[in-house]
């Protein structure tokens, strides 16, 4: 009786601790649907005057723009970015993980070494190649990165996933007259599906929610993105439209909840099988 308890009372402790962390989103969805004057002056959740104004003139957007400019900007350079993440990462880590080269291992720990890196260090120099190139205020630095097997992370996590595949494979399909590159479209990537989709997951979540990298290099409003887009609707000197601005962040939530739903069975998996030697 007395584990029984103990269990039962951890269980009660997760339970209040989800609710805690998730009180912060249930007050946006629910303060979004409030009139701007009972928005920060009415306690509880469950609004007492229901309104959908807030909805309407948050998609009106800014200066003509509207709101769904944002999103179709934003879901273009996710879904870009997933692309670029997931086949150049996957090509890096099939070399480090299955071919031999000159220098392999110092190639890979310099590559190891650029995690370390904060981002603010290169920004500078990012900045300026850019603007030479005359990038600024396009996509391009947003995303070409992305397809030049940038993130070190994504390439570690799959050379750690691909080393866990026996070699036998590829000596069999070696055997039978299979190249480096049937054995990675054939063999490699079709295991690799867990970890090609947590990268593709990470990789959405964090250009979705990005928003630094967005303020730098995009000025024009008909680019902007729907962090930008947020950000604009918020007025320093205290006339913000809040409800708009609860709103838009509520929907802003929407896509990455979704993608997170759907695909948390191989998300999962990919994280659990990279940890595994």
Known sequence: MQMKAIGLSKHVLIILFGIAMLYPVLWLISSSFK??????TQTGLWPKVFTLDNYRKGWQGL????????FVNSWMISVLSVLG????????????????????????????????????VTLIPQYIIYNELHWINTYFPLVLPKWLAHD???????VQFIRGIPRELDESATIDGCSQRQIYFKIIMPLLTPALISAAIFTFIWSWDDFFSQMIYLSDIKLFTVQLGIRSLFDPSGQSDWGAL???????????????LIFQRYFMEGIATTGLK
Request: proline share 4%; aromatic share 20%.
């Open 246 to 260: 609860l709103a838009m962040s509520t929907l802003s939530l929407v896509p990455i909840t979704l993608i997170f």
């Open 85 to 120: 993440n997931v086949v150049t990462c996957s090509f890096a880590a099939f070399a480090f993980g299955r071919l031999s080269f000159k220098f392999q291992k110092v190639w890979f720990a310099l590559m190891l070494v650029t995690i370390m890196l904060p981002y603010h």
């Open 152 to 158: 070190s992370f994504f390439i570690l996590m799959m």
């Open 35 to 40: 009139p701007n004057d009972m928005i920060f």
């Open 63 to 70: 200066q003509d723009v509207s709101f769904g400019t944002f």
